[in-house]
């Protein structure tokens, strides 16, 4: 008698963003709970965010020094190391101090290249006390379309975590 196994398709759902989203803050606030030096858990922070969401080929900090983004801690490829404020993604999110999402990196005006595998991106500006500027959180995919108001919500509150048990300024 011949037997044929017969593969199972899963019936589990991917988690909707809002539960991976809590899942990611709850984790967040455990790696932060007893530390409080700003590049270590920039660093952890980064990777957590890399490690955890899907179809995301950069994630990390530019940070705010003498009028300019340096490039912070990160998981993804090489960067590039100086962005200008109001140029590119990044430093237009900066200038801005608001969220930006681009569906298509390359029409965005002045993007800045430094992975020709990004074609989406979402950079959050990073503010404390309602007002300094400490820098961006950035994320890029080789997907279009990768992120959206979902993905905003999200990032923001896990940057609102990170800053509040971080920044010690």
Known sequence: MT??????????RP????????????????????????????????????YSLPDLNWAGFYLHKNDELVLGPFQGKPACVRIAMGKGVCGTAAQQRQTILVDNVHEF???????S??????????IINNEQLIGVFDLDSPLFGRFDDD???????????????????
């Open 15 to 50: 988690p909707a963003k809002s539960e991976l989203y809590a899942s990611i803050a709850s984790q967040l606030r455990s790696l932060l709970e007893n530390e409080r030096d700003f590049i270590a858990n920039a660093a952890n922070f980064a990777s957590l965010v890399f």
């Open 109 to 115: 005006p002045g993007h800045i290249a430094c992975d």
């Open 3 to 12: 037997h044929m196994t017969i593969p199972q398709t899963s019936t589990a």
């Open 117 to 126: 595998e990004s074609n989406s991106e979402i950079v959050l500006p990073l």
């Open 151 to 169: 993905d905003a919500r999200g990032l923001t509150e896990l940057a609102e975590i990170f800053i509040a048990m971080s920044a010690k300024l």
